[in-house]
């Protein structure tokens, strides 16, 4: 490999670990053949106790153990949505960012990860292999869960006790701004209210 080459490949895998998402490249059986750094934070084990073992044994997936053969193997695999999305993209398909909740075991306590699922499949030297990519939203989910919501006013109540907008809340917690429009129920509803006003204080002329 050439110098250039050599500081090509650096960067390349500077980039890769630079990605916060967790990131996998894998093969038809969802065995490991690299991973970046925030998906090293994960797994238990050394490098090399991780590399060519399926993804849901070095994991700790739930189901990993269901049956002798391993993770693929047993009935609740067939619901994987990381294998069928990397099953697909083995088949030629890319699979966006599909949601999944992943069950594993950090020592005896059982840890749930909501996530978006990416695949896309590559070659390198001849052989397929799939880019798995795990964007972790499990504090999105989480929020999503726990919000507060007021039944009649829908205000949202947060962690210090204060009632707030909906819009309000999302932009301090989340810097996300809403637009604002009408659905066609409130539109027809508000431009009858329009129509009534008119017919009861015609415009004299």
Not at 109 to 130: C, G, H, M, N
Not at 138 to 148: D, F, G, T
Not at 165 to 187: A, G, I, Q
């Amino acid at each position: 490999m050439t110098a250039e080459g050599s500081d090509k490949a650096e960067m390349l895998k500077l980039v890769f670990d630079a990605m916060p998402s967790m990131i996998f490249i894998v093969d038809e059986d969802v065995r490991i053949h690299e991973y970046n750094a925030a998906a090293a934070k994960l797994f238990l084990s050394k490098r090399e106790a991780v590399l060519k073992r399926r993804g849901g044994e070095v994991l700790q997936c739930l189901h990993a153990k269901d049956v002798p053969e391993g993770c693929g193997h047993a009935s609740f695999c067939s619901q994987c949505v990381i294998r069928n999305s990397v099953t697909e993209a083995c088949l030629g398909k890319r699979v966006v960012r599909r949601r999944a909740r992943i069950e594993i075991l950090r020592g005896e306590d059982k840890q749930e990860i909501y996530a978006l699922i990416t695949a896309s499949p590559f070659r390198f030297k001849d052989r397929p292999l799939v880019l798995l990519v795990v964007e972790d939203i499990s504090e999105i989910a989480e929020l999503k869960r726990m919000i507060p919501i007021c039944s009649i006013c829908k205000e949202v109540r947060d962690e210090k006790e204060t009632w707030s907008r909906v819009e309000t809340y999302f932009k301090e917690h989340w810097d996300v701004s809403f637009s604002h429009s009408l659905c066609p129920k409130c539109f027809k509803s508000e431009m009858g209210k329009i129509e009534e006003y008119r017919n009861q204080n015609p415009v004299k002329s």
